[in-house]
């Protein structure tokens, strides 16, 4: 039995309208966390502006009443967000963006808020030990050069040491899983030398490399190659002998055995031993800046605490962590870009 056309547009005429606002994935058009954190913002820099600070000494914190208009300003930003932010087709990527960081946008101020009152308003937290938050951005805004200079030349030693490190952990890593004669001459040495600290090795580095520079380079050099020779040995060792099998059967040479299935097998693993490198290599990079090299955040930090500077000291720590946990997320996404082709199976 069929439908007559006229009865069809009846039907169509009766169907509810579609909403004039549509909600993302059926939430509320009112972010309400978002909300939450305009109001938290919102009283952060109203306390930090109108609250006056406690005299310590002879001058009062910089950049008070900036910090107190800055964070108001970012109250209100982010209330609009929230209240028309699905509204708007545009700021739908960013307002799902700031959605994931919802909760950690409320808690953020709120720790900046006791921060605030235990050391500007109440002076809870002596000076010069402990300084508030607007401290910090004097530090950024009058001592960005030498920071900046130490980063460059942090980024430069650590790349330097990180890629003679890898590069040996990896060729040393593949020659131990593949060969067995290789493996019994280097696997009992690496097991001896390779749990040693880099930095118990400090003495004998400055005394045979020319300048302490390169010793610094040797050492996190070291501390990387460990990891990455262990675990890359780890999956070379572990593949699948099935596909050696299969590539020998369709006529692979051995060099096509280890460049073409070893490696690429074990590759998951290799990142794991970069991964594990890198953490190694931070601490050793700062104890190398602080011993002897003549720049960076570790020969920051020193310099810092001599002048008994622990404001531009708790700069510096802000500055190394933003920046290794950056290294730290350009290594994973070159994994994934690497390891595309094994999507779904890598859950680190």
Do not use: C
């Not at 609250?51 to 982010?78: C, Q, R």
Request: no cysteine.
């Amino acid at each position: 039995m069929t439908t007559s056309q006229p009865a069809l547009d009846a039907g169509l005429a009766r169907e509810p309208a579609a909403p004039a606002i549509a909600t993302v994935r059926g939430t509320s058009p009112v972010w309400a966390t978002g909300i939450v954190a305009a109001l938290a913002w919102g009283a952060f820099g109203a306390l930090t502006w109108q609250w006056p600070n406690k005299m310590v000494g002879f001058s009062d914190w910089a950049y008070t009443e900036e910090l107190g208009i800055a964070a108001l300003a970012g109250a209100a930003l982010l209330a609009l967000v929230a209240l028309v932010g699905e509204r708007v087709h545009a700021t739908e990527r960013a307002l799902a963006a700031l959605r994931t960081a919802g909760p950690w946008l409320v808690a953020l101020p709120v720790a900046l808020a006791a921060w605030e009152i235990l050391t500007a308003k109440t002076a809870i937290l002596p000076t010069p030990f402990f300084a508030p938050p607007q401290a910090l951005i004097e530090v950024y805004a009058d001592d960005w050069r030498r920071l900046g200079d130490s980063v460059l030349n942090t980024l430069k030693l650590l790349g330097l040491g990180v890629a003679y490190g890898g590069l040996a952990g990896f060729l040393v890593g593949v020659s131990i899983g593949w060969s067995r004669r290789i493996g019994y001459w280097v696997h009992p040495v690496l097991r001896v030398l390779g749990p040693l600290p880099s930095t118990a090795l400090l003495p004998l580095t400055f005394y045979f490399f020319p300048s302490s520079y390169s010793a610094a380079v040797f050492l996190i050099a070291l501390a990387t190659a460990f990891p990455v020779a262990v675990l890359t040995w780890s999956g070379v060792a572990g593949v699948n002998k099935s596909y050696y099998d299969v590539a020998r059967t369709l006529g692979a040479s051995g060099w096509f055995l280890v460049l073409r299935v070893a490696i690429p097998a074990a590759l998951p693993q290799v990142f794991v031993g970069l991964f594990m490198g890198l953490g190694a290599s931070f601490s050793v990079l700062v104890t190398a800046e602080m011993m002897g090299v003549k720049s960076g955040l570790g020969w920051y930090l020193t310099w810092a605490q001599g002048w008994a500077s622990y404001v531009n000291m708790y700069a510096a720590l802000i500055v190394m962590a933003l920046l290794f946990s950056s290294v730290i997320t350009l290594l994973f996404v070159a994994r994934d870009r690497v390891l595309s082709w094994q999507k779904g199976t890598v859950k680190w």
